[in-house]
């Protein structure tokens, strides 16, 4: 009988639960469209941002503008400007927000980290579409499409998937809100496309600026598979692009992408990779918090060596000789725990994570590594300091092992 009634009391909550998940409203959903028009001859974008169905959803959309990039506003509904934001709330039935890109950017007095040539145009859609916060209904959730209006004979590199000509599907789990971000690139370009480890991985650069598109994509087929294996899984699509002066002459990341100048080594001769530093920055998604940046680039540089020799880029003769010489280099860097990693810091950083990943292994019998602390902090996502850091470590392993490490 005490098992009948089980059986029957299990059956019934089976039945509640079921019932309660198929009356569960479903999500509230409205549409935003993010459109560009590029005008090369100019150097701008004219950006529209408009909400369609569903716009009763929205309160308004508070965006977080460079006032010298972002200019002349204007649309439907109020908008509300002051230094450094722009606040639209629009109709009720919808509408748009009108507002012009300046897409030129320098970096330093002689070089860019966005430009729009005669052929091409490079830049980051998170500075097309800067920053926003959302003030809509509750559980509310955007379904978000990019569409690039550029001139006849153009192509596009970004990383979405494409809907249709021009047209691209913006999609973001982890954000109610989703707007386009990540490194984009139009022109007359070219692209090699290729799925690598379980992602849709694209490389592109515009003609005539000498970005060796086979040789980064031959660099990533047997590279990409061993950082998936150490940090997760891929995004599922991935842009590298490139370009030759007047661009930045280094390695930039972005959600899903990450930028090289075309002069730069896929190797180094400290046999470091400026791409795969960049990479794991795209992977990991990691923000530094206040002392936390020595922690983000010291991952960065001492997982583009781990990538390199675990796909037999380099020997392991090679690896302990690159991370000699970067202990060597760091010996001179008397903190860790500046606002900003230079040069030095990282070398440093990347000398004490080898050890903490070492001890680590030790202290586990080898059955975790620095590796599942990585996991933790792309898991949590949160921006890195670091006590974070050491919380990570102290997750995986039990007890903090930084430390005494870090004083050597």
């Not at 007047?246 to 990450?258: D, T, V, Y």
Request: glycine share 8%.
């Amino acid at each position: 009988m005490r098992a009948f009634l089980l059986v029957s009391v299990s059956f019934f909550l089976l039945v509640a639960a079921t019932v309660r998940a198929q009356q569960a409203p479903a999500p509230t959903t409205y549409d935003v469209v993010f459109e560009a028009a590029l005008v090369p001859t100019k150097r701008i974008a004219r950006a529209t941002i408009r909400i369609g169905r569903g716009a009763r959803a929205v309160r308004w959309i508070q965006l977080r503008i460079d006032p010298e990039r972002h200019v002349e506003f204007s649309g439907d509904g109020t908008l509300e400007e002051e230094q450094g934001s722009v606040r639209w709330t629009p109709p009720a039935d919808g509408g748009e927000l009108h507002y012009t890109f300046r897409i030129d950017h320098l970096r330093n007095q002689a070089s860019y980290d966005a430009r729009c040539a005669e052929q091409w145009a490079l830049f980051r859609g998170g500075d097309l579409f800067p920053p926003a916060r959302v003030r809509a209904k509750k559980g509310a959730v955007s379904r978000s499409t990019l569409k690039l209006r550029v001139p006849k004979r153009w192509s596009s590199a970004v990383p979405y998937r494409r809907l249709s000509r021009g047209t691209y599907e913006v999609s973001n789990p982890t954000r109610h809100f989703d707007r386009p971000t990540g490194w984009m690139l139009t022109g007359r370009i070219g692209v090699l496309r290729e799925r690598i480890a379980g992602s849709h991985v694209a490389v592109a650069g515009p003609i005539g600026q000498g970005v060796r598109r086979h040789d980064m994509l031959a660099f990533l087929r047997w590279t990409l598979p061993e950082l998936r294996d150490a940090t997760g899984p891929l995004p599922d699509r991935l842009l590298v692009v490139g370009a030759g002066d007047p661009m930045w002459r280094g390695g930039l990341s972005g959600p899903r992408s990450a930028f090289l100048h075309a002069e730069r080594p896929l190797i180094t001769g400290d046999a470091t990779s400026p791409l795969l530093h960049e990479l794991v920055h795209t992977q990991m998604g990691a923000r530094a918090g206040e002392d936390g940046d020595w922690i983000v680039e010291g991952l960065a540089e001492l997982y583009s060596l781990e990538v390199l020799v675990r796909s037999r880029s380099i020997s392991r003769r090679r690896y302990r000789g690159a991370l000699s010489r970067l202990t060597n280099r760091g010996s001179s860097a008397p903190l860790l725990r500046k606002a900003k990693a230079d040069p030095v810091i990282t070398a440093r950083a990347v000398g004490v994570l080898h050890r903490l990943d070492e001890a680590i292994r030790e202290a586990t019998d080898h059955e975790v590594s620095l590796d599942d602390v990585v996991l933790e902090l792309i898991r949590i996502r949160e921006p890195v300091t670091t006590q974070r850091f050491r919380e990570a470590i102290r997750s995986v392993v039990g007890r903090d092992l930084l430390g005494a490490i870090a004083k050597r």
